[in-house]
């Protein structure tokens, strides 16, 4: 085994109370931004699966003829952003309201006529549903002059687009901080493991070793802290979505490369933080 795998792990032999304390603040300050990306994950999807809701209604004239229905749906599914479109007849728009309003279904049953108009029902495109790409789509279908009017909520997806955007910005800036707080726990742990090793340290400079020598195992110990640190924070952001899952409400658990980058920054910030703070002790001895 080279000497220095064999010295990292015999830190954590020597130590294994303090290895164990750097391992558990990795750990949970990975765990503290698994927990963020978990909430933040699941805002996203439910604002998504709003949004997948939004559609373009267009109310026809009950003079609309066939041929100019069947250029219409052809011109309107040909739009950019246009994911499907649905033709409802009079008859199924009743049948609906029937269905949906069932206090007035007598009121519906004892009609003469049908007062209830044929329409077209547009569906976007996921990247298609914002207000701007909605609206073209809306004002081409209301040129139609057998168009008699368009609805598709335009103050509610307004607001839906101005919470997707609120909520990307806060998640940007809340993540960027905890992982602010993450990295400097880390760098602290490690600075502590440096220190107590200080001595070990002076007396490998003394004997020649040169600073790439006493460097290694320190970074490999860092590397193997942060390697386990990651994992436990996986491990601990999994139990939470099981618990809340199974105790609370039902969640969706973040995508797995999100897990697997979770182990790799723990990882990452266990060497640089290993680096840095031998770096700053050699420099100082």
Not at 85 to 97: G, S
Not at 100 to 127: C, I, T, W, Y
Not at 260 to 271: D, K, N, P, R, W
Request: charged residues 20%; without cysteine; neutral net charge.
């Amino acid at each position: 085994m080279p000497y220095s795998l064999r010295e990292a792990l015999a830190a954590f032999r020597r130590s294994p109370l303090l290895a164990f304390l750097s391992v558990v603040a990795i750990g949970f300050s990975l765990f503290v931004i698994g927990l963020f990306g978990l909430t933040a994950w699941n805002i996203g999807r439910a604002i998504e699966k709003v949004e997948e809701k939004v559609e373009i209604v267009a109310y026809l004239d009950d003079a609309t003829t066939p041929a100019q229905l069947e250029l219409a749906q052809q011109e309107v599914r040909a739009l950019p952003g246009v994911l499907d479109l649905r033709y409802v007849t009079k008859t199924d728009a009743l049948a609906t309201a029937m269905a949906e309003m069932q206090e007035f279904h007598d009121v519906f049953a004892d009609l003469d006529n049908n007062p209830l108009p044929a329409s077209l029902e547009v569906r976007m495109k996921p990247g298609s549903r914002t207000p701007d790409a909605v609206k073209r789509v809306a004002e081409r279908v209301k040129a139609y002059p057998f168009v008699e009017d368009v609805r598709y909520g335009r103050e509610w997806l307004d607001k839906i687009y101005q919470i997707r955007r609120l909520a990307g910005g806060a998640a940007t800036m809340i993540g960027a901080a905890f992982a602010l707080v993450a990295a400097i726990i880390i760098a602290t742990a490690v600075r502590i493991a440096v220190f107590a090793r200080r001595e070990e340290i002076s007396i490998m400079r003394l004997v020649g070793a040169t600073d790439g020598f006493v460097q290694r195992p320190f970074l490999l110990e860092g590397i193997m802290t942060g390697l386990l640190g990651g994992a436990l924070a996986a491990a601990l952001t999994w139990g939470s979505y099981r618990i809340l899952s199974a105790n609370i409400f039902q969640i969706e658990m973040i995508p797995g490369e999100w897990m697997v980058l979770v182990v790799v920054v723990g990882t990452v910030f266990g060497f640089v933080s290993s680096m840095v703070a031998v770096r700053r002790h050699l420099e100082a001895v």
